[in-house]
């Protein structure tokens, strides 16, 4: 009798400690647009992997003049039927719950398109602020959302105060109901410095999602978009370059009062692109004379998703050991972008500052089908070292 309850004892114990190591956030951007996307391009709803993310964020919804919530693409998010013969994204996103109890959806509001004007208009108003709570709470009840994220674009100087009244305002509102209340912010010294009382954000939001991402300027030479440090003196020349790095931000966010664990650390899964100059010309720092040719999925010049990245056949495929990001050149195009091995080194970047996860922008960018190896290689990554 004494050594199966001293094996019980032990397991008991184990089980203890488990149950004391909490488990970071994987939050995961859904990017809607993706549906409208050709061939093995077409990222619907059904695509997604909810064992891959602990919070799934459907972007983007909008804010109104008046404070009510806004569906932008009805056709995709709406049912079949009048007036709208829709998708049914919303019903099917929060659906995914019933095959993950343990996923959070988030409704995801603003985002670059919708602009800053309707955010400072409801902001800097108390019964706005009101209003849009009482909506916000309705809407996230009515489509069974688990939260809500703002991802104003960005705060000005003027609307910094008045931002920290709408998220108080929002987390009252929600408290009853047990919603999470998200932002996506700018993460560099100089954007955050005008845009966000961060200490007082901290204390009212559950998470910031720090968008570690498009940092690199346009200064006529190749630059990593998101780097996980500081680059040699030959690229990041200035005091203002020195901040364009994802440590940086990380440390200055972290000086302003934010809980670690409330910071959510944002991985691309796409690459920034330029034209270079002189095509034999291709380390970090070679002239560019404009953004690199679009994918032939996402139709932007200058960006390309992974799974579009890892399908072209490169000249030249780099690791710069420096600021820890990967690069490739060819056909006289350069991109930057965010690989295993990157994704690795910014997990022990969250480890050794203690912060709350990694935030992906976004699942539908990564090869979600497999084409290059692994199915959703990127988020496989991040889901396998965030916790270690």
């Known amino acids: 009798m004494v050594r199966p309850m001293a094996s019980w004892g032990i397991m008991l114990a184990f089980y203890f400690m488990l149950s004391l190591v909490e488990t970071r956030e994987v939050v995961c951007y859904y990017g809607t647009w993706a549906t409208y996307r050709k061939t093995n391009g077409k990222f619907t709803v059904d695509n997604v992997d909810p064992f891959l993310c602990t919070q799934l964020n459907y ?16 056709y995709v998010a709406l049912p079949p039927g009048p ?35 309707n955010f400072s208009t409801v902001a800097a108003s108390a019964q706005l602020r009101a209003t849009f709570a009482s909506n916000a709470v309705a809407f996230l009840q009515k489509y069974r959302f688990d939260g809500m994220d703002i991802d104003w674009e960005y ?78 003196t030959t690229v990041d020349d200035t005091s203002y370059k020195r901040q364009l790095n994802v440590e940086a931000s990380v440390k200055y966010w972290l000086s302003k009062g934010a809980p670690a664990a409330k910071l959510i650390l944002g991985i691309p899964f796409f690459g ?86 990694g935030m992906v922008w976004s699942i539908e960018s990564d090869d979600f089908l497999g084409v290059c190896g692994t199915k959703f290689e990127l988020l496989t990554a991040l889901n396998k070292c965030v916790n270690i």
């Open 59 to 74: 972007a983007f919804f909008d804010i109104n003049p008046n404070g009510t919530v806004r569906i932008i693409d009805e």
């Open 83 to 117: 007036p709208v013969y829709g998708l049914d994204a919303i019903a099917k996103f929060n659906n995914l719950k019933q095959k993950n109890p343990a996923l959070k959806t988030i409704a995801s509001v603003g985002g670059y398109n919708a602009g800053t004007a």
């Open 155 to 232: 705060p000005l100087l003027a609307d910094k105060a008045n931002f920290v009244l709408l998220l108080k305002e929002l987390a009252n509102a929600f408290a009853p109901y047990k919603l999470l209340l998200t932002v996506a912010v700018a993460a560099t010294e100089s954007t955050s410095n005008n845009a966000y009382d961060i200490s007082a954000i901290s204390s009212v939001v559950h998470y910031i999602n720090l968008m570690e991402y498009v940092m690199q300027g346009n200064y006529g030479v190749t630059r990593h978009h998101a780097p996980l440090y500081v680059g040699p």
């Open 272 to 357: 920034k692109t330029f034209k270079l100059t002189n095509s034999t010309v291709d380390g970090v720092g070679a002239p560019t004379n404009g953004v690199g040719t679009e994918g032939p999925y996402t139709k932007q010049a200058g960006t390309l998703a992974y799974y579009e990245i890892c399908q072209r056949p490169w000249t030249r495929n780099q690791f710069d050991p420096v600021q820890n990001a990967a690069y490739a050149s060819g056909n006289g195009d350069w991109v930057s972008y965010d690989n295993v091995n990157s994704i690795a080194l910014k997990c022990n970047l969250i480890a050794k500052y203690g912060l709350g996860g």
